[in-house]
């Protein structure tokens, strides 16, 4: 005798690969991160703006970019978060993000914000939120990825 | 030619719709929409659907399997622009029946998020693989960017954020489509466990399944219909680099000037100044700082006075009623929730939104937000086809 | 009403240069639309873009690729649905003095993901994706079909196989993806897999090609519920676009339709009725002006394909310099929704 209430379900699991491809410019900008050590931006022609990230157009404008310049390593945060719940995927908690407009760039770039003491969550913001000046900081071994820079607060 | 809605039909919202699969669920919000426009689907030109992202609901184009069903033959469109998923099949919907290719159009939103067992995971995928996915980019840390940015830019506090979620979930106990029906105060929601600083667990949207159907027929098929004249709309997308939106002359990040010029647009068609001249106005806002941004944007208040405004905006007896369903922090249906919005300023125009009916209510405005803030529309109902 | 005139088109179809990421190969081919358009991206207040954010490999692909395709402070909006919907949508904005000027836009870019297997999971969960059912299984099956109930004789089969071959070489960019044989389908007889990227600007200004008609149509979700060797919502379509523009299929000097496969193309000729049940294929190879581009063995990647048909049809008719011209474009699981747009030259 069948039951007519019983609710099945069915699982699956989805694993698509990606090859994302970076194309030059991308390229050599993560290239100058992990050979130099260096951040660099890309002018517009048209509205002038120094863009970082590197870009081959300017979005705005709709134009290609021309001169490569180079920014930072000083900079101010315009604005930041800390993660502090767990997210699938992402480095633990808690973390602290900020986007930071670095000398001599139109735009900021994102990336984390470390030697911070994070055990004092509210502390640490009021820190932030004081937007003290930052300065980028690379690693040691550096993969060609965003991560082969971060940002740390400069020490008064 | 005025477009207008006559029929508008929602699933309640929960976590998950244990039992109904997606077809079922599209086809009672259909059902329960024709028969409030006394329409059949005969009638019907052509169907718009929302879908946001795939892999949330585990299934590719999901639309064509339910509303497949429903359609007997006729055009069917699937838009995805994220959360204004909703708001943008409206708006197709209604560029069809604009250009008179369809007499009578339906927009459907269904959402399934409650088959992803990992779906926070997927939303960092949204991000741009070279420069933000090895980041702690997520919806809720985008989300708390911005809310700290308004806190260091416009003076809001942590209490701002607790008071317009208070308010939030006090409407949505009346209404019972809602998924969270939760009675809390401001101590319990600055209580409530942080996900991002500063953001808090009850200023975050829960994460919602169900459907919601509109149809849109232009003037000479509204016969004696209760209709909800479309009067005006707009729909404007950004950059999708938040680095450059922090330093421009339209405005920062926070500042919203997609959401901005949509409105404009929308007050402009339809003869409106600022959002003080509707009665009603649904934010598409998963967070309680995200609802804040808008408030500038629509007119509402100088940015400097945003801290002000939200606390009056929370008051039972203020003018305009923001958020009477209970907005996204009650009920986010992802692919549906910023067609809720509009659906739910049509009910209150035509007098249908039962017991969170704003008495009185002839203009209504509903938001539309997408992506990372980047895409925004805005569509303004009235009860009037055109002011006389 | 207001008529939709196209004003530029441009198509690029390539395979994994690295050279270039998404973005900047939307961004190139928009360019080379405007130019071919004799306009500036000010001249556009509209962007409306086709593609598929599992396609695309981004969960909201339009993010990042929208602004590529111009849509900076503009009204754009994205549908996940074949390129040619997003012509339709286009048109009626224009059409409703909603746009002064649109862009549409559609891409794919095959070498990033794995097309067919995404493809996989519009499928039912419960009774197709188990057997692993992708549309060029759909597809297969169609062609499986077309053996068990049609002659073709080996003649004929070759003789389409070649022509589709050499009317493909002529395409722009060379596009070196390749499928291994799969049965029942010889190799030039399945699509090329490639980087596709197609964009036409829009406009109420009058230009020498006018969208005359558009239609668009639906079968049922599952395949096995529609008949296999017909596209019946292409049947309809047509018959919407032939009337909106007071043609009918035999009057087309130009036609351009979408198809996975060889047989694909050919059942479209036939549910348009431009050829008997049965004499699609070699309908197809016999004439020049029907799928000269060499269809899906030029270039293919969902969800770009209506729009690069209806590209090559605008393309043909005005090196015809008159007539009206056909595109057609396929949806999502094999074909559910199908999308006809009629296009009148003018001298």
Same mark, same amino acid.
């Given at each position: 005798?069948?039951?007519?209430?019983?609710?099945?379900?069915?699982?699956?699991?989805?694993?698509?690969?990606?090859?994302?491809?970076?194309?030059?410019?991308?390229?050599?900008?993560?290239?100058?991160?992990?050979?130099?050590?260096?951040?660099?931006?890309?002018?517009?022609?048209?509205?002038?703006?120094?863009?970082?990230?590197?870009?081959?157009?300017?979005?705005?404008?709709?134009?290609?970019?021309?001169?490569?310049?180079?920014?930072?390593?000083?900079?101010?945060?315009?604005?930041?978060?800390?993660?502090?719940?767990?997210?699938?995927?992402?480095?633990?908690?808690?973390?602290?993000?900020?986007?930071?407009?670095?000398?001599?760039?139109?735009?900021?770039?994102?990336?984390?914000?470390?030697?911070?003491?994070?055990?004092?969550?509210?502390?640490?913001?009021?820190?932030?939120?004081?937007?003290?000046?930052?300065?980028?900081?690379?690693?040691?071994?550096?993969?060609?990825?965003?991560?082969?820079?971060?940002?740390?607060?400069?020490?008064? | 030619?005025?477009?207008?809605?006559?029929?508008?039909?929602?699933?309640?919202?929960?976590?998950?719709?244990?039992?109904?699969?997606?077809?079922?669920?599209?086809?009672?919000?259909?059902?329960?929409?024709?028969?409030?426009?006394?329409?059949?689907?005969?009638?019907?030109?052509?169907?718009?659907?929302?879908?946001?992202?795939?892999?949330?609901?585990?299934?590719?184009?999901?639309?064509?399997?339910?509303?497949?069903?429903?359609?007997?033959?006729?055009?069917?469109?699937?838009?995805?622009?994220?959360?204004?998923?909703?708001?943008?099949?409206?708006?197709?919907?209604?560029?069809?029946?604009?250009?008179?290719?369809?007499?009578?159009?339906?927009?459907?939103?269904?959402?399934?998020?409650?088959?992803?067992?990992?779906?926070?995971?997927?939303?960092?995928?949204?991000?741009?693989?070279?420069?933000?996915?090895?980041?702690?980019?997520?919806?809720?840390?985008?989300?708390?960017?911005?809310?700290?940015?308004?806190?260091?830019?416009?003076?809001?506090?942590?209490?701002?954020?607790?008071?317009?979620?208070?308010?939030?979930?006090?409407?949505?106990?009346?209404?019972?489509?809602?998924?969270?029906?939760?009675?809390?105060?401001?101590?319990?929601?600055?209580?409530?466990?942080?996900?991002?600083?500063?953001?808090?667990?009850?200023?975050?949207?829960?994460?919602?399944?169900?459907?919601?159907?509109?149809?849109?027929?232009?003037?000479?098929?509204?016969?004696?219909?209760?209709?909800?004249?479309?009067?005006?709309?707009?729909?404007?997308?950004?950059?999708?680099?938040?680095?450059?939106?922090?330093?421009?002359?339209?405005?920062?990040?926070?500042?919203?000037?997609?959401?901005?010029?949509?409105?404009?647009?929308?007050?402009?068609?339809?003869?409106?100044?600022?959002?003080?001249?509707?009665?009603?106005?649904?934010?598409?806002?998963?967070?309680?700082?995200?609802?804040?941004?808008?408030?500038?944007?629509?007119?509402?208040?100088?940015?400097?006075?945003?801290?002000?405004?939200?606390?009056?905006?929370?008051?039972?007896?203020?003018?305009?009623?923001?958020?009477?369903?209970?907005?996204?922090?009650?009920?986010?249906?992802?692919?549906?929730?910023?067609?809720?919005?509009?659906?739910?300023?049509?009910?209150?125009?035509?007098?249908?939104?039962?017991?969170?009916?704003?008495?009185?209510?002839?203009?209504?405005?509903?938001?539309?937000?997408?992506?990372?803030?980047?895409?925004?529309?805005?569509?303004?109902?009235?009860?009037?086809?055109?002011?006389? | 009403?207001?008529?939709?005139?196209?004003?530029?088109?441009?198509?690029?179809?390539?395979?994994?240069?690295?050279?270039?990421?998404?973005?900047?190969?939307?961004?190139?081919?928009?360019?080379?639309?405007?130019?071919?358009?004799?306009?500036?991206?000010?001249?556009?207040?509209?962007?409306?873009?086709?593609?598929?954010?599992?396609?695309?490999?981004?969960?909201?692909?339009?993010?990042?690729?929208?602004?590529?395709?111009?849509?900076?402070?503009?009204?754009?909006?994205?549908?996940?649905?074949?390129? @040619?919907?997003?012509? *339709?949508?286009?048109? &009626?904005?224009? /059409? $409703? %003095?909603? #746009?002064?000027?649109? !862009?549409?836009?559609?891409?794919?870019?095959?070498?990033?993901?794995?097309?067919?297997?995404?493809?996989?999971?519009?499928?039912?969960?419960?009774?197709?994706?188990?057997?692993?059912?992708?549309?060029?299984?759909?597809?297969?099956?169609?062609?499986?079909?077309?053996?068990?109930?049609?002659?073709?004789?080996?003649?004929?089969?070759?003789?389409?196989?070649?022509?589709?071959?050499?009317?493909?070489?002529?395409?722009?960019?060379?596009?070196?993806?390749?499928?291994?044989?799969?049965?029942?389908?010889?190799?030039?007889?399945?699509?090329?897999?490639?980087?596709?990227?197609?964009?036409?600007?829009?406009?109420?200004?009058?230009?020498?090609?006018?969208?005359?008609?558009?239609?668009?149509?639906?079968?049922?979700?599952?395949?096995?519920?529609?008949?296999?060797?017909?596209?019946? @919502?292409?049947?309809? *379509?047509?018959?919407? &676009?032939?009337? /909106? $523009? %007071?043609? #009918?299929?035999?009057? !087309?000097?130009?036609?351009?339709?979408?198809?996975?496969?060889?047989?694909?193309?050919?059942?479209?000729?036939?549910?348009?009725?431009?050829?008997?049940?049965?004499?699609?294929?070699?309908?197809?190879?016999?004439?020049?002006?029907?799928?000269?581009?060499?269809?899906?063995?030029?270039?293919?990647?969902?969800?770009?394909?209506?729009?690069?048909?209806?590209?090559?049809?605008?393309?043909?008719?005005?090196?015809?310099?008159?007539?009206?011209?056909?595109?057609?474009?396929?949806?999502?699981?094999?074909?559910?929704?199908?999308?006809?747009?009629?296009?009148?030259?003018?001298?």
């Amino acid at each position: 005798m069948t039951r007519d209430d019983e609710l099945l379900t069915i699982g699956e699991r989805w694993d698509f690969e990606y090859r994302y491809f970076a194309g030059e410019t991308t390229s050599r900008f993560l290239v100058a991160l992990r050979d130099e050590g260096r951040i660099m931006g890309t002018r517009c022609p048209s509205c002038k703006r120094v863009l970082v990230p590197a870009r081959s157009f300017c979005d705005w404008c709709y134009v290609d970019t021309e001169d490569w310049v180079e920014v930072g390593p000083q900079g101010t945060i315009e604005t930041f978060t800390i993660m502090t719940a767990p997210l699938p995927g992402l480095p633990d908690p808690p973390v602290a993000i900020a986007y930071v407009t670095l000398e001599g760039a139109d735009t900021a770039i994102l990336n984390t914000v470390r030697d911070l003491d994070l055990n004092d969550v509210e502390t640490a913001a009021e820190l932030l939120l004081s937007q003290p000046p930052v300065r980028a900081e690379f690693v040691e071994e550096r993969l060609g990825r965003i991560t082969d820079f971060h940002f740390v607060v400069i020490d008064r | 030619m005025t477009p207008a809605i006559v029929g508008v039909g929602q699933t309640p919202y929960r976590g998950r719709h244990e039992g109904a699969d997606a077809a079922t669920l599209m086809s009672r919000a259909v059902r329960a929409c024709l028969a409030d426009a006394d329409m059949e689907m005969h009638a019907v030109d052509g169907i718009v659907a929302s879908l946001a992202p795939d892999a949330l609901v585990g299934a590719k184009d999901m639309d064509r399997a339910s509303v497949g069903r429903l359609a007997m033959g006729k055009p069917m469109v699937r838009v995805n622009t994220g959360g204004t998923s909703g708001s943008a099949a409206l708006l197709t919907a209604a560029d069809y029946v604009r250009s008179g290719r369809w007499r009578v159009a339906l927009a459907v939103g269904l959402e399934r998020m409650g088959q992803a067992t990992s779906a926070a995971g997927l939303f960092n995928t949204i991000f741009d693989p070279f420069f933000e996915r090895d980041l702690p980019m997520s919806t809720i840390t985008m989300a708390s960017l911005r809310a700290s940015m308004l806190m260091s830019r416009y003076g809001y506090e942590a209490e701002h954020w607790a008071r317009i979620a208070v308010r939030n979930h006090r409407h949505a106990r009346r209404n019972s489509y809602a998924h969270l029906h939760l009675d809390v105060d401001e101590a319990d929601v600055m209580a409530s466990r942080m996900l991002a600083w500063p953001i808090h667990l009850y200023e975050a949207c829960p994460s919602s399944e169900g459907a919601c159907a509109v149809l849109i027929v232009n003037e000479d098929h509204v016969g004696d219909r209760k209709a909800a004249w479309i009067r005006g709309t707009g729909s404007v997308t950004d950059t999708y680099w938040m680095g450059d939106r922090f330093n421009r002359p339209e405005g920062s990040l926070v500042d919203l000037p997609t959401l901005r010029l949509a409105a404009e647009g929308a007050f402009s068609a339809a003869g409106l100044r600022t959002a003080h001249d509707v009665d009603v106005v649904e934010i598409h806002a998963p967070f309680s700082s995200a609802e804040a941004m808008a408030y500038p944007a629509l007119g509402l208040c100088d940015p400097e006075d945003g801290p002000s405004f939200a606390l009056a905006s929370t008051e039972t007896d203020h003018r305009p009623v923001i958020n009477p369903s209970g907005g996204p922090q009650a009920a986010n249906p992802v692919s549906a929730a910023a067609l809720i919005r509009v659906a739910e300023c049509a009910q209150q125009v035509r007098g249908r939104a039962g017991e969170h009916q704003v008495a009185g209510a002839r203009w209504a405005l509903a938001t539309g937000q997408g992506g990372a803030t980047q895409f925004s529309t805005v569509i303004i109902v009235s009860s009037e086809r055109e002011t006389t | 009403m207001v008529t939709a005139y196209v004003g530029g088109t441009a198509v690029s179809i390539g395979w994994a240069d690295q050279r270039s990421s998404l973005t900047e190969l939307i961004y190139q081919t928009v360019t080379e639309a405007l130019s071919d358009a004799e306009a500036v991206i000010d001249d556009f207040d509209a962007v409306v873009c086709a593609c598929h954010d599992l396609v695309d490999g981004r969960s909201l692909s339009s993010m990042i690729t929208a602004p590529a395709a111009g849509a900076y402070m503009k009204d754009e909006v994205r549908v996940s649905d074949d390129g @040619a919907v997003a012509l *339709a949508l286009a048109t &009626a904005r224009v /059409e $409703a %003095g909603l #746009s002064d000027g649109c !862009l549409v836009v559609a891409w794919g870019r095959a070498s990033e993901s794995s097309v067919d297997a995404v493809s996989g999971t519009a499928y039912d969960p419960f009774f197709h994706r188990p057997f692993g059912i992708t549309d060029l299984a759909v597809s297969r099956m169609r062609a499986a079909r077309w053996f068990s109930e049609r002659d073709l004789s080996d003649d004929e089969r070759r003789t389409a196989r070649r022509e589709r071959s050499l009317r493909a070489s002529n395409a722009p960019n060379s596009a070196e993806s390749d499928l291994e044989g799969l049965w029942p389908l010889r190799d030039e007889e399945l699509p090329r897999f490639a980087d596709v990227v197609a964009a036409l600007t829009l406009s109420p200004r009058s230009s020498d090609v006018a969208v005359a008609g558009v239609g668009q149509a639906s079968e049922p979700y599952r395949p096995e519920d529609r008949p296999l060797l017909r596209f019946d @919502a292409l049947t309809r *379509a047509g018959d919407r &676009a032939l009337g /909106e $523009a %007071g043609t #009918s299929a035999h009057e !087309l000097s130009m036609v351009e339709v979408d198809g996975m496969t060889l047989f694909d193309e050919a059942i479209a000729i036939e549910s348009l009725g431009l050829a008997e049940p049965g004499r699609g294929i070699g309908a197809l190879s016999q004439n020049p002006h029907w799928n000269a581009s060499g269809g899906s063995a030029a270039g293919y990647c969902p969800p770009a394909m209506g729009l690069v048909r209806c590209v090559s049809a605008v393309r043909g008719l005005r090196d015809l310099g008159g007539g009206y011209a056909l595109g057609t474009g396929a949806g999502p699981v094999s074909a559910q929704t199908q999308t006809a747009v009629v296009f009148k030259a003018s001298q």
